[in-house]
């Protein structure tokens, strides 16, 4: 392919390359070879725009597990259109196209599916020696570190002594100094307090 | 895992390496396509058009009539390039806007002139002229310069294939709009105008709807 090579070249005596442009020159030329059928050029083309193209759908997707969908529309993609590349002309901006729309689909269909489908928490818990599940009951933890962040230091030690400990009023009053009455209240309040808070996580 | 998968993919892909027929640049691609309708165009308002009737409405404004001719010429032929360039990836975006400033011309000017009949004709400016015809021959000078058109800009399968049926339907119904101001011999009025813009809309409707079917896989 004469022609691509020379402009390419035409452009390399242009002025001083900086690295980007370098690359984009030399997918050019493999990019253009693939259209003739050059299968090791084209493998080395993917090859080396396969990071380019990942960190294009990384900035803009949720999750490592959708840029890997979304490369892989890409390339699908790519090579179904890789005749729309016109050699010669820089291969990023028509690469980052492709991606960019790919990504695009991705969103919509994440959209759909989080409007159609429920998540179901329990079904990950699939194992059954409970130490495997621990996932879970970290996250328990934290939500209820959470909830107890919520409450007044005496809110705190009320449920803490009473419900945690298991001591009697009687007890939990000579441990905190607080009176039975406030002991009482102060229990209540914060599992009310605890109750509103997890209503809000889960609603959220 | 998954990346895995993605190299597998390439491989997949590379082996798959067929020569292709690579795409012409958007621009000539767009030339060639348009050239040649626009003889037929020429050829048939040369041989059918109606010039006398046109320069009869728009008599004493014939700068008016230049320019709305001009902007509805403009609007079709912008339209229809802007399609070629989008249906490639990585153009330029702006292409999607381009054929809004004549668009936009030419609506006004349109308008203009139907509201200067309503004024001096007064309510008959708001009857339904025969724009019936007009509307039959739209959908069908449509049908003619769109099909071509269409088929031409599938070429390239563009990722993009609602912009590129947004912009090809508008320019073949402004291109069927400037034809049909040779064979239209009559004055129009709002209604008619309304007619008109109908059938431009219908246009670009059927071609966006059947974008997937017409333009291939998005």
């Known amino acids: 392919v004469p022609e691509p090579l020379f402009r390419a070249g035409f452009r390399a005596n242009k002025g001083p390359e900086d690295a980007l442009s370098q690359a984009d020159t030399d997918w050019s030329l493999l990019l253009a070879a693939a259209q003739q059928g050059d299968g090791a050029a084209y493998r080395a083309f993917l090859e080396a725009a396969l990071p380019f193209a990942r960190a294009l759908a990384r900035r803009r997707c949720p999750n490592e597990a959708e840029v890997e969908d979304v490369v892989q529309d890409s390339l699908l993609t790519l090579h179904r259109v890789r005749h729309t590349y016109e050699p010669g002309r820089p291969v990023q901006p028509w690469l980052a196209a492709i991606v960019a729309r790919r990504a695009v689909d991705a969103a919509r269909r994440r959209g759909r599916t989080a409007s159609r489908e429920l998540h179901d928490s329990g079904a990950y818990e699939t194992f059954a020696d409970p130490a495997s599940n621990r996932e879970e009951a970290g996250d328990a933890a934290q939500s209820l570190a959470r909830m107890m962040a919520e409450l007044t230091p005496k809110q705190k030690e009320a449920l803490d002594l009473v419900k945690l400990k298991e001591m009697s009023l009687a007890e939990a009053s000579a441990a905190s100094g607080q009176s039975i009455p406030s002991l009482k209240v102060n229990v209540h309040r914060a599992i009310r307090r605890m109750r509103a808070a997890l209503g809000r996580a889960e609603s959220a | ?218």
Do not use: K
Request: aromatic share 8%; with cysteine.
């Open chain 2, 1 to 218: 895992v998954s990346e895995r998968r993605t190299e597998a993919l390439i491989a997949a892909i590379a082996a798959d390496a067929r020569p292709v027929r690579v795409l012409a640049p958007p621009s000539r691609r767009a030339l060639v396509t348009l050239l040649p309708l626009a003889a037929m165009g020429g050829l048939a308002i040369w041989l059918l058009g109606d010039m006398h009737t046109l320069t009869g409405r728009y008599a004493g404004r014939e700068n008016m009539m230049i320019l709305e001719l001009a902007a509805t010429l403009a609007t079709g032929l912008l339209a229809a390039t802007g399609a070629f360039f989008l249906a490639v990836p990585g153009r330029s975006r702006a292409w999607l806007w381009a054929p809004l400033p004549p668009l936009l011309l030419w609506i006004s000017l349109s308008g203009m002139g139907c509201w200067r009949d309503l004024v001096r004709h007064g309510s008959t400016g708001w009857r339904l002229g025969e724009s019936r015809d007009c509307f039959l021959f739209i959908l069908a000078a449509s049908l003619l310069l769109g099909t071509p058109l269409v088929w031409r800009l599938s070429r390239a399968a563009p990722i993009e294939p609602m912009r590129v049926a947004l912009l090809a339907g508008l320019g073949t119904a402004a291109l069927s709009a400037f034809l049909l101001q040779f064979f239209h011999p009559f004055t129009i009025t709002f209604m008619d105008l309304a007619m008109h813009f109908t059938a431009v809309a219908i246009v670009i409707l059927i071609v966006a709807v059947g974008r997937r079917r017409t333009l291939g896989v998005g």
